[in-house]
């Protein structure tokens, strides 16, 4: 079996349907686009000699797609004649591009998804289990936005205990005081037996990141997730010494299982992060999860999305899939979301081969802005 070509389409998409913000200082949803464009995603496809396609799309906005189009036409297409069930290869491959690019993070793994997609389905076999096979009835963690008031982190919060969720992650302002009231608050909403987590957004320094871990402690939470930026891991270090509460860290360091290997050799995180779109891919994600495990350590996937769904099933270290919540429509419209359905805080996985990226490539192709 042999790659026979490898496309990028580049596409229009909407506006996002339910926009968001995240803390102050941050940008949120679509900013990435210029004003007065339309925002656009990246479509792949991965052709194969058995008739098997491999198929993936990253997120609509203009920061990747450009930069994902110059590097398929320079730098991927030269992987064509390659076996894609070789994954491992491939990822070698990949790091060996890489090291003249310094390609995007999440360009790292384009081609190892699409490979394990095409292999998934040439085996007939659901792609959670090809990566081990753990459960396919993952639990589900409701996501926050960071909403404007006290009142709507509330409503939206007892809304996510309406439809089932049980677990919550705060993505809140910025602000030590208002944010330490707001996770007091959150406890008393969802109860004592909910599983809380606080993700500070790499905002605060080493001094506020320790006071404010005492507060979260305070309230039994399960994990306190990058509070500083993830450059300087003595002061991670230091944290995870100072507090009883997990820190979970190491979401946004390039390297993969390597650098990963580093957080842990210095004491610098309690529980580690994986993610198919920032780590490598299935492959990579799935290094770090092992390397997790033989440490005794927890390791949390990161993000939304088909691949991570996959990865969530097959992984005996992970909690939770994360589902991000933004408003009303959109926390009712989980129960009906394909795939990707969320029922009383549960996602069942998907048992058909392949990732579930299906398209009219013959649209693509008439409607695409760019493409290579």
């Known amino acids: ?34 004003a007065g464009k339309t925002p656009l995603a990246a479509i792949f496809r991965m052709d194969t000699d058995a008739g098997v396609t491999g198929a993936y799309e990253i997120e609509a906005g203009q920061r990747h797609a450009w930069a994902a189009l110059s590097l ?24 060996e591009i890489d090291r003249v690019e310094e390609m995007s993070m999440t360009h790292l793994g384009l081609i190892d998804i699409l490979a394990w997609d095409a292999k998934s ?22 996501s926050t936005v960071t909403w ?22 705060l993505h809140a302002w910025g602000d030590p005081r208002e944010d330490a009231m707001l996770s007091r608050n959150l406890r008393k909403w ?43 891991l003595g002061s991670y270090r230091k944290l995870c010494d100072a507090l009883d509460i997990p820190v979970l860290a190491a979401e946004t360091s390039d390297g993969c299982h390597w650098n990963m290997a580093t957080w842990i050799q210095m004491g610098a995180l309690d529980m580690t992060r994986t ?9 990579g994600a799935l290094k770090i999860a092992h390397l997790s495990e033989s440490h005794g350590m927890r390791c949390q996937v990161h993000g939304m999305g088909h691949a991570n769904a996959q990865l969530c099933a097959a992984m005996p270290n992970n909690d939770f899939y994360e589902q991000l919540v ?9 129960r009906n979301n394909g795939p990707l359905s969320i029922q ?15 398209y009219d490539w013959d649209a693509i192709e008439r409607t695409a802005v760019a493409k290579v």
């Open 148 to 169: 404007n008031t006290m009142g709507e982190y509330e409503r939206h919060i007892k809304h996510c205990i309406d439809v089932g969720f049980t677990a919550f992650k």
């Open 1 to 34: 079996m042999q790659i026979t070509d490898i496309r990028c389409y580049l596409v229009e998409r909407p506006d996002p349907p339910h926009p968001f913000r995240w803390r102050n200082g941050l940008a949120g949803s679509g900013d990435g686009t210029p």
């Open 190 to 232: 969802t109860g004592p037996d909910a599983e809380l987590m606080f993700d500070g957004s790499a905002g605060w320094d080493y001094v506020t990141s320790m006071k404010f871990g005492r507060v979260l402690e305070g309230e039994n939470f399960l994990w306190y997730e990058e509070p500083m930026r993830e450059f300087e």
């Open 344 to 358: 009383g805080g549960v996602m069942r996985v998907s048992d058909t081969p392949g990732l579930g990226f299906d």
């Open 121 to 142: 389905k040439l085996a007939g076999m659901p792609l959670w289990q090809m990566l081990g096979g753990y459960n396919p009835n993952v639990r589900v963690y409701a």
């Open 72 to 95: 398929t036409e320079r730098r991927l297409k030269t992987l064509i004649g390659e076996d894609p069930r070789n994954t491992e290869r491939l990822w070698k491959l990949i790091w």
């Open 326 to 334: 933004i408003d009303t429509v959109q926390i009712d419209q989980l």
């Open 275 to 283: 993610n198919c779109n920032m780590k490598g891919g299935l492959t």
